[in-house]
């Protein structure tokens, strides 16, 4: 079975605090994703990686940053939280077609 | 952009009876869907997925059919059950190097 986790599955911040979330998958897939979920507006595409130390921004990459220095994680940074970035995070990986998410993490920044 | 969670149109079946969920796509040179299953809070679960040269695929208790001519895809579940409760979306993706596109779902609420 694929298995994406993520490192928590609830976070409280402080805005101007600087967040880390952390994917980790163990199926050897070159391709992962960060997705912020929210009401009315559905999976949006924070950054992907399709390999070690690469990355590309996705549709809404603003307030966000990736690293990805081992090939089985993918972290998403939070240089400076805000409060428009509460939001369900959500870790995926891929072969060429199959994505799995990870369980998502529920994160409030206030 | 796809709309989750607020004004998901809601599909309310009876325990036992069977569920099909339809999912319409825009993109006729499509060759890979999915389709996922999302309960309350959780990240979103992969149930089954389809070929474009396929028209039909069973698994264990769902069935996804395949429509290209007028790009539709639906997914039967059959004696559903409470824990089948969650909203459901598809996904679509063209060939391997793009991104998946999503659907907009359909809540499903299976009354006991």
């Known amino acids: 079975d694929v298995k994406v986790t993520q490192s928590s599955r609830y976070l409280v911040k402080r805005t101007g605090e600087k967040v880390f979330l952390e994917c980790v998958q163990d199926?050897?897939?070159?391709?992962m994703f960060w997705y912020r979920q929210d009401p009315g507006l559905g999976l949006r595409l924070i950054y992907f990686?399709?390999?070690?130390?690469?990355?590309e921004k996705g549709d809404i990459p603003e307030g966000y940053s990736v690293s990805r220095e081992k090939k089985e994680r993918f972290s998403l940074i939070l240089e400076s939280a805000s409060t428009n970035q509460t939001s369900m995070y959500l870790c995926?990986?891929?072969?060429?077609?199959?994505?799995?998410f990870g369980p998502g993490t529920r994160l409030t920044v206030t | 952009g796809e709309s989750v969670g607020l004004h998901l149109p809601t599909l309310s079946v009876q325990e036992g009876d069977n569920s099909i969920i339809n999912c319409a796509y825009s993109?006729?040179?499509?060759?890979?869907f999915i389709w996922y299953k999302q309960e309350s809070g959780k990240g979103p679960q992969f149930i089954i997925d389809?070929?474009?040269?396929?028209d039909k695929r069973q698994g264990q208790r769902v069935t996804v059919l395949l429509n290209k001519t007028v790009k539709h895809l639906s997914l039967q579940i059959a004696a559903t059950q409470p824990g089948d409760s969650a909203v459901y979306f598809c996904?679509?993706?063209?060939?391997?190097?793009?991104?998946?596109?999503f659907g907009g779902g359909t809540r499903l609420m299976v009354k006991p």
């Open positions: 199926m050897d897939h070159e391709n």
């Open positions: 995926a990986s891929r072969t060429s077609y199959e994505q799995y």
């Open positions: 990686s399709y390999d070690v130390k690469m990355k």
């Open positions: 993109n006729s040179a499509s060759d890979y």
């Open positions: 389809i070929r474009s040269n396929m």
């Open positions: 996904a679509e993706i063209e060939n391997a190097g793009n991104m998946l596109t």
